[in-house]
């Protein structure tokens, strides 16, 4: 594909360059495909993040929030017997893709950040310390935060509204609070609902920890091992909607996903980077397709379906982001970015209910599809034409990639804190909505999420939206930072000296 002429040139101007390192002799990744036979080590510290892939965090985060920014719509609604749909739908109707583009990544960073370590079991211990000492400390305080919330409100045994016990919902409620706050298996999710991704996450360092016991031409083979043991203990009947044993966390189907990542790091690190332009195009068009037309859940599809749905074309998204990131071509989303924007929009204006037709919901999803690959080839041959004709970039296109860059990257680095706070947000809202709904005039009628027309639930998604952003930037600047960075200083303690240090991926050149 012929897109990295215009916009291609614009976007790589602003965009970071991985490996420049002034008189040590290391060749710029922009430069991979002028000098093939080179070979380049990833650096350590913050120039070890790829940009693309924090992005596609602040997206993944962004997706579940605005997901979860719907159901307490949908609550409001039904609390105010009001009959509209939503505003909040289209994409994000099936917003929690977010948590599967999430299991990728995972799956990804672990090989690209771990990936040529020794095979010692000092290297393995400093993995898993660095990865548990990221997830612990952030969850214990807003577990803590909620279990105190709900033992103040409803002691520890008492009941919420609709009957069951408030903390434990029948697991007896010290266990249920020691295994939340430890991300253990149980029958429920822990005491901050998102955290049952968080208990798969514990899971997936201890297995790749292992892993990296083994030597380094091993681990892929492990990693197929890894896959064929979860496709056939889920297929055996061993794993359930939610992993409530060691066995059906084992066997969980989302397991895949992350393995998936792992895969897509190691194609492209080896240099195993085919057209990442036109797979990052069909994977981002393949995703929307399956956000739109997914339809209710089942429990095959939020276990196997899932990964088929959101897995595979998420796995994609990875591994083109990442192959045009390190090739210095990231110019290169514009179009296909662009045109998931003109295909969200539209399908958005369909306002379907929930549920909706499977053959109107089809119709729709085909419509704002086409729209979009139009706008996708449209500004792709633009960009062609500016590649031929312009010299220089346009100072709009420079200043509108930076921004872009900035805004994204930066939702990436808050994406943990804005997983785990937007929940006390959204709770807050919901209350204070209700109360103001309930002001005579037309001051109440703007925060009336149940009234007809659509002021008081634009009100709600836009001030829940600000919230929950504001409270991850707070939470990450003053919490997650300076214990993130405590952690590191023991880590370099505890570990330091010894030679099976864990050392992150060599990227290739690439071969295809």
């Known amino acids: 594909m012929a897109i990295n002429m215009g916009f291609e040139l614009a976007v790589t101007r602003v965009t970071h360059q991985m490996c420049r390192k002034s008189g040590k002799g290391v060749t710029p990744l922009l430069h991979l495909q002028e000098n093939p036979p080179c070979r380049v080590k990833i650096p350590t510290g913050e120039q070890m993040k790829l940009q693309s892939i924090q992005s596609l965090r602040g997206l993944a985060a962004f997706a579940v929030m605005v997901f979860h920014i719907r159901a307490s719509e949908k609550v409001l609604i039904a609390a105010g017997a009001g009959t509209e749909v939503p505003m909040v739908g289209g994409l994000f109707t099936?917003?929690?893709?977010?948590?599967?583009?999430?299991?990728?990544?995972?799956?990804?960073?672990?090989?690209?950040?771990?990936?040529?370590?020794?095979?010692?079991?000092?290297t393995a211990s400093e993995f898993l310390f660095a990865r548990l000492t990221r997830i612990y400390p952030v969850w214990w305080l807003f577990a803590a935060l909620l279990a105190a919330y709900m033992l103040w409100t409803y002691g520890l045994s008492g009941t919420g509204a609709n009957g069951t016990p408030a903390i434990g919902r029948g697991i007896p409620p010290i266990e249920y609070l020691v295994k939340s706050f430890l991300l253990a298996p149980q029958?429920?999710?822990?005491?901050?609902?998102?955290?049952?991704?968080?208990?798969?996450?514990?899971?997936?360092?201890?297995?790749?920890?292992?892993?990296?016991?083994?030597?380094?031409?091993?681990?892929?083979?492990?990693?197929?091992?890894?896959?064929?043991?979860?496709?056939?203990?889920?297929?055996?009947?061993?794993?359930?909607?939610?992993?409530?044993?060691?066995?059906?966390?084992?066997?969980?189907?989302?397991?895949?996903?992350?393995?998936?990542?792992?895969?897509?790091?190691?194609?492209?690190?080896?240099?195993?980077?085919?057209?990442?332009?036109?797979?990052?195009?069909?994977?981002?068009?393949?995703?929307?397709?399956?956000?739109?037309?997914?339809?209710?859940?089942?429990?095959?599809?939020?276990?196997?379906?899932?990964?088929?749905?959101?897995?595979?074309?998420c796995a994609l998204l990875v591994y083109g982001f990442a192959s045009l990131d390190i090739a210095g071509r990231l110019g290169a989303l514009a179009p296909p970015v662009a045109g998931a924007v003109v295909a969200a929009i539209i399908f958005q204006a369909y306002g379907l209910p929930d549920p909706s037709h499977d053959g109107?919901?089809?119709?729709?999803?085909?419509?704002?599809?086409?729209?979009?690959?139009?706008?996708?080839?449209?500004?792709?041959?633009?960009?062609?034409?500016?590649?031929?004709?312009?010299?220089?970039?346009?100072?709009?296109?420079?200043?509108?990639?930076?921004?872009?860059?900035?805004?994204?990257?930066?939702?990436?680095?808050?994406?943990?804190?804005?997983?785990?706070?937007?929940?006390?947000?959204?709770?807050?809202?919901?209350?204070?909505?209700?109360?103001?709904?309930?002001?005579?005039?037309?001051?109440?009628?703007?925060?009336?999420?149940?009234?007809?027309?659509?002021?008081?639930?634009?009100?709600?998604?836009?001030?829940?939206?600000?919230?929950?952003?504001?409270?991850?930037?707070?939470?990450?600047?003053?919490?997650?930072?300076?214990?993130?960075?405590?952690?590191?200083?023991?880590?370099?303690?505890?570990?330091?000296?010894?030679?099976?240090?864990v050392r992150p991926a060599t990227v290739e050149a690439s071969i295809w």
């Not at 917003?95 to 000092?122: E, H, K, N, Q, W």
């Not at 599809?369 to 500004?379: E, P, Q, W």
């Not at 309930?438 to 703007?446: H, I």
Request: with cysteine; charged share 10%.
């Open 187 to 313: 029958t429920e999710h822990p005491i901050l609902g998102v955290g049952w991704t968080l208990v798969h996450e514990v899971h997936f360092y201890i297995v790749f920890a292992l892993i990296l016991l083994a030597p380094m031409k091993w681990r892929p083979w492990l990693l197929a091992i890894w896959a064929a043991f979860v496709i056939a203990g889920s297929l055996s009947g061993l794993s359930a909607p939610i992993a409530g044993t060691a066995l059906q966390l084992a066997t969980y189907p989302m397991t895949f996903e992350f393995i998936l990542g792992a895969a897509a790091a190691y194609l492209v690190t080896s240099g195993r980077r085919w057209r990442p332009a036109l797979v990052t195009t069909a994977a981002v068009f393949w995703l929307m397709f399956a956000a739109f037309f997914h339809g209710v859940e089942t429990t095959f599809t939020l276990m196997w379906g899932r990964v088929l749905w959101f897995g595979l074309p």
């Open 360 to 501: 109107v919901r089809l119709q729709a999803s085909l419509t704002a599809l086409a729209s979009g690959l139009a706008m996708c080839a449209v500004l792709s041959v633009i960009g062609v034409q500016m590649g031929r004709r312009m010299t220089g970039v346009p100072a709009f296109l420079e200043g509108s990639a930076r921004l872009v860059k900035s805004v994204t990257v930066a939702l990436g680095d808050w994406s943990y804190s804005l997983y785990l706070t937007h929940i006390f947000i959204l709770h807050g809202m919901q209350q204070v909505f209700r109360r103001l709904a309930e002001t005579p005039g037309s001051a109440g009628a703007l925060f009336d999420v149940a009234a007809d027309g659509r002021l008081g639930n634009l009100v709600f998604l836009f001030t829940c939206m600000a919230g929950a952003i504001m409270l991850s930037w707070l939470a990450y600047r003053f919490f997650e930072v300076p214990v993130t960075r405590q952690f590191s200083k023991t880590r370099h303690t505890l570990f330091h000296g010894h030679e099976g240090r």
């Open 94 to 122: 099936n917003g929690y893709f977010g948590v599967d583009l999430f299991f990728v990544i995972s799956g990804f960073i672990m090989v690209f950040v771990a990936g040529a370590s020794p095979a010692t079991l000092r």
